[in-house]
């Protein structure tokens, strides 16, 4: 591994130790993960801006909307049915992380390894735009179907609102795509951010995950079990997420499958942290924090992908 992953990856896993063994800092940081966020996905959408964005759309358009399709559809429903038949009490959790955009981080595994990053950007700032549109469709839909078909429905909470978690993900995400829209305008400010991306990258990941850990401390240390369950299945959901990804970088260049693999995997779970830690169950939302601990690894299982010839 390289000196920036093994940065990533042992601050990220310190950070999440330090919040559990100090749960004072829950109140004091309770509103850092959301800003963080907010951060992580401003630097995101700084990196590319509307310019390039539509070039990028424009020179590959096919492959774009099928990431976007594949990540936003077809994979949330997917990792649903599977749950639904091996842990159930976790099959909405992994709808709404299926459903999640493609995470920040992605575009930090592909810097890391060689990968497209071009199109990981551009699936980051597509599906995070689509997202409070895509998510509430997905709920909506997914629950009368399956109402109509006899089965029972999401078992969604009963205050739960689709237009309050519309909103939500509206100011969580689009304020920081305006932000990065009116940074792009001042050239010396936007260099000089994207300088130093990687270390105001991982001390948001940091801050974040301090806030994310040390608010559910009580819970870890009450209910030992619920977070080894919640852990299993970010787990199992990890998994299946990589998996799915292989069919659909068959016959892809290096570069694209790579791309491929680390969007399918790499997911924005902060964000479906946050919306499930508001509107959903604690299931929902320790499903969301624990699955930082599978999201990782991954960065190992990626660099032996970069090393593997593609089939």
């Known amino acids: 591994m390289q000196l920036r992953d093994l940065i990533m990856v042992f601050s990220s896993f310190v950070s999440m130790a330090a919040g559990v063994f100090l749960p004072g800092l829950a109140g004091p940081l309770e509103a850092m993960p959301r800003l963080m966020l907010m951060v992580m996905l ?9 310019g390039a964005l539509w070039d990028e759309l ?30 159930p009490e976790f099959s909405l959790g992994a709808l709404l992380l299926g459903a999640a955009p493609v995470g920040v981080m992605a575009a930090v595994f592909s810097l890391m390894l060689g990968a497209n990053t071009a199109l990981i950007l551009v699936g980051n700032i597509v599906t995070s735009l689509l997202l409070p549109l895509s998510l509430p469709l997905l709920l909506s839909c997914t629950d009368g179907a399956l109402r109509a078909l006899g089965t029972g429905g999401l078992d969604l909470p009963e205050n739960f609102s689709l237009g309050g978690m519309t909103i939500s993900l509206c100011i969580t995400i689009l304020l920081p795509f305006a932000a990065a829209l009116g940074t792009r305008a001042l050239p010396r400010l936007t260099g000089g951010i994207l ?4 270390p105001l990258l991982t001390t948001a990941v940091i801050i974040s995950n301090l806030g994310i850990f040390s608010n559910y401390a009580g819970v ?9 369950h919640a852990l299993l299945a970010s787990c199992l959901l990890c998994v299946v997420m990589t998996a799915a990804a292989l069919p659909a970088t068959r016959g892809m260049p290096r570069q694209v499958r790579l791309a491929f693999l680390i969007s ?22 320790l499903m969301g ?10 960065l190992f299982y990626y ?9």
């Open 264 to 285: 399918f995997g790499v997911i924005n779970n902060i964000l479906l942290m946050i919306v499930s830690n508001e509107f959903f169950t604690v299931n929902e939302a």
């Open 58 to 87: 424009r020179a590959m358009p096919g492959i774009v909307c099928r990431l976007t399709a594949l990540r936003l559809l077809a994979l949330p429903l997917f990792v649903f049915a599977v749950f639904r038949l091996v842990m």
């Open 220 to 228: 870890l240390r009450q209910s030992p079990a619920l977070i080894l």
């Open 303 to 311: 660099r032996y992908c970069s090393r593997t010839p593609a089939r």
């Open 42 to 50: 401003y630097l995101s959408f700084l990196a590319v801006g509307a």
């Open 289 to 298: 924090a624990a699955y930082l601990v599978p999201l990782y690894i991954l």
């Open 195 to 198: 300088r130093r991306h990687f």
